[in-house]
């Protein structure tokens, strides 16, 4: 298991039927597991449970990247393949509502038993 996974929190912008945006995020995925070091990844659909403002969260899925190798030559790839027009985006994508971070898996005292 690699110890670098890129999280990508999303929701389909208003107007945007949850299977388009299925239908667009199965591309998506496909298109970044050929790119160098994203080994794998896993989506799942969010539950709210809370938030500490007692606010609705925003975003409604979540993807997992594995990443495989140094995070920077999987982010310089991801890179040049959307500057180079090789990655497929829909019109209503910039209206999406999304945020990514990159987790290191925990070692030591702080890491949960196995």
């Not at 110890?3 to 107007?15: H, I, N, Q, W, Y």
């Not at 298109?31 to 709210?48: D, K, M, Q, V």
């Not at 449970?49 to 975003?59: A, E, F, I, T, Y």
């Not at 790839?77 to 999406?96: C, E, K, N, S, T």
Request: charged share 20%.
């Amino acid at each position: 298991m690699s110890a670098t996974k890129m999280f990508v929190l999303s929701a389909p912008p208003e107007g945007v039927e949850e299977s388009e945006f299925h239908q667009w995020y199965d591309l998506h995925e496909a298109e970044l597991l050929e790119l160098p070091g994203f080994r794998s990844a896993e989506r799942f659909h969010l539950t709210p449970l809370r938030s500490s403002s007692g606010d609705p969260l925003p975003w409604t899925h979540l993807i997992a990247y594995e990443i495989e190798g140094p995070f920077d030559v999987a982010w310089d790839a991801l890179r040049a393949a959307v500057d180079a027009g090789q990655m497929y985006f829909p019109d209503w994508y910039p209206q999406g509502i999304s945020a990514a971070a990159l987790g290191e898996l925990l070692t030591g005292p702080a890491a949960p038993e196995a």
